[in-house]
């Protein structure tokens, strides 16, 4: 069983749809986790950076720890064509890598 | 979905020594990859495009002499840390497009290298 599982997609939606981007992780002692955007032919960037259970939210995003499930997702509101990327979802102190999730909103 | 491996997944040296990081597309054939590396707390920072048949691509900041990137085949690219020093430990990823007509990006699982 890898380290962090993310639903592999790919992902088409229509422009405005809320989108839920969605990961597993095996071990329960993990508790920083990152997502990342990655534009065709770039380098990833740094979404969002979560610590703890709840929700963190970033204008249309916001990302969800569920530790009892150990369970994160990224959700997008109102998505737009500029949202269509590569979305990696990351352990973030043993660097613990999804595979990514190809994401295109159509217009 | 495509697979991409990475080998060592971690790897202890010594400082002055080489090292060489394997990364293979195992279900496709990639003429294009991309090597990372990641700092803690930080993003992931584009290191080079490895192309195959051609000379790698390096971000600005890199050095090519350092990090020598050689794409052998269509499933295969090879980062290797020269000389390496405590300052080169983090971790390195990489990553490959399926096709060329596609923004997909799928991510080895990471080399942990600690230089000593």
């Known amino acids: 069983q890898k380290e962090v599982e993310q639903d592999p997609g790919p992902l088409s939606v229509p422009e405005g749809a809320i989108v839920s981007l969605n990961c597993t992780y095996s071990n329960s002692a993990f508790q920083y986790f990152m997502w990342y955007r990655q534009y065709s032919r770039k380098g990833p960037e740094l979404l969002m950076y979560t610590y703890s259970s709840g929700n963190k939210e970033d204008g249309r995003f916001t990302a969800q720890v569920d530790k009892s499930s150990k369970y994160i997702s990224l959700f997008i509101r109102d998505s737009q064509p500029s949202d269509s990327a590569t979305y990696l979802c990351a352990e973030g102190n043993q660097f613990y890598f999804g595979t990514g999730t190809s994401l295109t909103v159509i217009p | 979905g495509a697979v991409v491996s990475q080998h060592p997944s971690r790897v202890i040296c010594k400082s002055g020594t080489s090292v060489k990081i394997e990364c293979r597309s195992l279900?496709?054939?990639?003429?294009?990859m991309f090597w990372y590396r990641q700092f803690p707390k930080k993003s992931l920072m584009l290191m080079a495009t490895s192309n195959e048949g051609s000379k790698a691509t390096y971000e600005q900041g890199v050095e090519k002499d350092k990090f020598l990137i050689n794409h052998a085949s269509l499933t295969l690219s090879t980062l290797t840390v020269t000389s390496a020093h405590p300052e080169d430990s983090s971790f390195y990823i990489c990553?490959?497009?399926?096709?060329?007509?596609?923004?997909?990006?799928?991510f080895g699982p990471g080399t942990r290298l600690t230089v000593l």
């Open positions: 990553s490959a497009p399926p096709g060329l007509a596609t923004n997909e990006q799928f």
């Open positions: 279900d496709f054939q990639a003429t294009t």
